[in-house]
């Protein structure tokens, strides 16, 4: 296994060519965003459109300190512009009418299509007069639940176009989240499909969102309008599976996207609006349980997500991009949409599964669209990683330069059988570090340019800073490990949470005074490359999906069964991290069979399938220091069958450790 030490220089064939393709002119490059960020951001403005040009004096203004102020991020105060203008109009204007804009390889192999720049944006600007014709207004929110089609980036782009902000929510999540989420932003309008297939599994979407709109009626919260995409209608259903569907539609709220979408006009004038005005929400799990609304606006965004997607995937005008995150989360919308249009890429839409028809299909599609950038997360590298090389093997994977990794720490194991199986040793790795709150990557290698150390983030993309520090907040200089922190905005971080900027100054900026804290620990080697360690709070990292334990337990808590629960990460060798519960039973309750269906399914309706806990394990009592806290780090020891559970004389009642030993269920192997 490589240690510490193994250093892997960027491959020749990723550098040749490469806007950037060493390490003195990364520093360079790097420096210059940092002493000069007007400047370095002003050049790369330069490229869009703006309608009102910014003020040079108010380029960049920014307060990270509680104790000075509220705090507030601000690009290019002044500028006006609109997004969806600049994805499409302006590379139509620049002669990439005709250049694809996404190839769309369906669930089933049988099905597929294509989108060209000027397409898309017709599509997008019929979009944009319905939802006008709706009722949609500038600042509006639009809720959206979609699977991976092209109707899901025409929705996002529309509502772009009109000023309205979207707020995507991955259709993985039960209609109890989705009401939460839908009554939290205030949204009218509704956008969905009426069911997918993901293998030979059909997810039916609009019936999800029926029972998320009688939720959000029963709150007091009326969706007006619901657009519904008819999708399963048109694509192959999977062998032996019933072709029949049908979708209950409620007259006056309801409407068919073929119904209304075609009629509609192919033009629509953009709605200019400010640099900081809102471009979209999403929703992320927050420590006390409540989902925060992470909010992004759109001059800075956009250069972010711009800028990013440029370097770290080293885009050039040929290429085809893949990237395999879903767009319900912050990676489908900068690096499934945002990025990529904003450099007239070309990429892929996929709206299947690694493991659908075979546990080939990854590297069939690579192979068929000739991906020249393909980016992923660990947890799907470490499920295929499983099976015979050959299944990879057999396809011709030698269009690949670039390989990505997102979500979560990638383990030396996984990045090793990435590197050699599949990109054959002539790719380099980006190990992207980020976060749904910085809007795009901030540690990350850059393909031609920077040496990588498998499960390394390596170094901050341009014009972020990160800084280590330790528990009292003392700046960790050289080798180290520490709270991984920023103390100046780059572009693309978000800039409040919806409604809520109190728990935003809360929740990132008060730890330590002065910096946007990560909520991850990260050290520093000798060589100066960063290693993010993983979450310091209590978050859980479930194949890349973020979820707090309070969320959880909050919810286990609601079945009438149960008194008292906890829940820690496990580690997990497929999915990362994995959820272990304890829970202790109210007196005239029964730790059965029963009870464990009954919870198991709870988590799945409450918060999403995702969710659902690896191991329940009956807790007569839970280890608490006399104050009441649980001390969560000893059940993190019985999750793990590590009986070192250091001090515990801080126990109320010392012989719960020993008896939770005891109690551990067979399934829940060490
Ligand atoms: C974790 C996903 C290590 C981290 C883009 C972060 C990572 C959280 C990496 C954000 C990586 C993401 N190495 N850890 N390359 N990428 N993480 O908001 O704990 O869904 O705080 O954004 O994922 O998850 P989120």
């Not at 399914?601 to 807790?619: L, M, T």
Request: hydrophobic share 40%; charged share 25%; proline share 6%.
């Amino acid at each position: 296994m490589p240690s510490e030490k193994s250093v892997y220089e960027p491959s020749a064939h990723a550098s040749k060519g490469a806007y950037v393709t060493s390490l003195p002119q990364y520093q360079q490059m790097y420096r210059r965003s940092v002493d000069d960020p007007e400047g370095f951001w002003g050049e790369i403005a330069r490229h869009f459109h703006w309608e009102t040009p910014a003020d040079p004096a108010r380029f960049f203004r920014y307060n990270f300190d509680v104790a000075k102020g509220p705090i507030f991020t601000k690009w290019m105060d002044g500028a006006t512009t609109n997004v969806s203008y600049n994805l499409l109009d302006r590379n139509v204007r620049n002669g990439h009418g005709d250049k694809v804009a996404f190839y769309w390889e369906g669930n089933h192999p049988d099905d597929y299509s294509r989108l060209t720049y000027r397409k898309l944006l017709e599509e997008v600007c019929r979009l944009a007069n319905v939802l006008k014709s709706r009722g949609v207004q500038k600042g509006d929110r639009v809720a959206v639940y979609m699977p991976m089609i092209l109707e899901a980036v025409v929705t996002l782009l529309a509502c772009a176009r009109i000023g309205a902000v979207h707020s995507l929510v991955f259709a993985g999540f039960s209609a109890d989240s989705f009401a939460e989420r839908i009554v939290d932003c205030g949204a009218r309008v509704l956008v969905t499909a009426d069911g997918a297939w993901r293998g030979d599994k059909l997810i039916a979407l609009k019936s999800i969102c029926d029972q998320a709109m009688s939720k959000c009626a029963a709150d007091g919260h009326n969706v007006e309008t619901c657009l519904v995409i008819g999708h399963l209608g048109r694509v192959t259903s999977p062998k032996g599976a019933s072709q029949r569907h049908k979708t209950p539609m409620t007259v006056g709220r309801d409407i068919w996207w073929h119904d209304a979408v075609p009629q509609a006009s192919s033009s629509c004038y953009p709605e200019w609006v400010r640099a900081e005005d809102p471009l979209f929400m999403l929703y992320t799990s927050g420590s006390t349980g409540k989902p925060k609304g992470v909010l992004h606006t759109t001059a800075g965004y956009l250069l972010y997500a711009a800028t990013t997607f440029k370097y770290v995937f080293d885009y050039r005008p040929d290429d085809v991009y893949w990237c395999t995150a879903d767009v319900g989360w912050i990676t489908g919308h900068t690096y499934v949409v945002y990025g990529p249009l904003a450099n007239a890429a070309t990429s892929v839409l996929f709206e299947g599964t690694p493991f659908y028809p075979d546990h080939g299909r990854f590297w069939s599609v690579v192979e068929k669209y000739r991906v020249t950038q393909f980016y992923t997360a660990p947890t799907a590298i470490r499920a295929l990683m499983k099976f015979d090389e050959r299944l990879v093997k057999r396809h011709d994977l030698t269009s690949l330069r670039v390989l990505g990794s997102v979500g979560e720490p990638i383990n030396p194991e996984a990045w090793l059988w990435y590197y050699r199986v599949v990109g054959g040793e002539r790719c380099s790795i980006v190990d992207t570090f980020w976060q749904t709150e910085t809007g795009g990557h901030v540690l990350t290698p850059l393909p031609g340019a920077t040496p990588m150390k498998p499960g390394a983030a390596g170094f901050p993309f341009f014009g972020v800073e990160p800084v280590l520090l330790d528990e009292g907040g003392k700046e960790i200089i050289g080798e180290g490990e520490g709270y991984l922190v920023f103390p100046r905005p780059w572009p693309g971080l978000m800039r409040t949470l919806f409604g809520n900027h109190d728990r935003y100054e809360l929740t990132y900026f008060t730890k330590f005074p002065g910096y946007y804290c990560t909520g991850d620990g990260a050290k520093r080697d000798a060589d100066g490359f960063l290693w993010v360690t993983g979450r310091v709070d209590d978050m859980l990292n479930v194949s890349g999906h973020l979820m707090s334990t309070a969320e959880v337990e909050s919810v286990l808590t609601e079945h009438r069964g149960v008194a008292e629960a906890a829940v820690v990460a496990k580690p997990h060798p497929v999915k990362g991290e994995c959820l272990y519960c304890f829970v202790t039973v109210t007196e005239d309750g029964v730790f059965d069979e029963r009870l464990l269906r009954e919870l198991k399914q709870h988590v799945r309706e409450r918060i999403g399938p995702f969710a659902q806990p690896d191991v329940i394990q009956n807790a007569p009592a839970l280890p608490k220091t006399r104050s009441g806290k649980i001390m969560r780090r000893i059940l993190r020891k019985v999750a793990v069958n590590d009986r070192d559970v250091g001090d515990v004389s801080t126990l109320a009642d010392g012989t719960v450790v020993e008896q939770l030993f005891a109690m551990r269920p067979p399934d829940a192997a060490a």
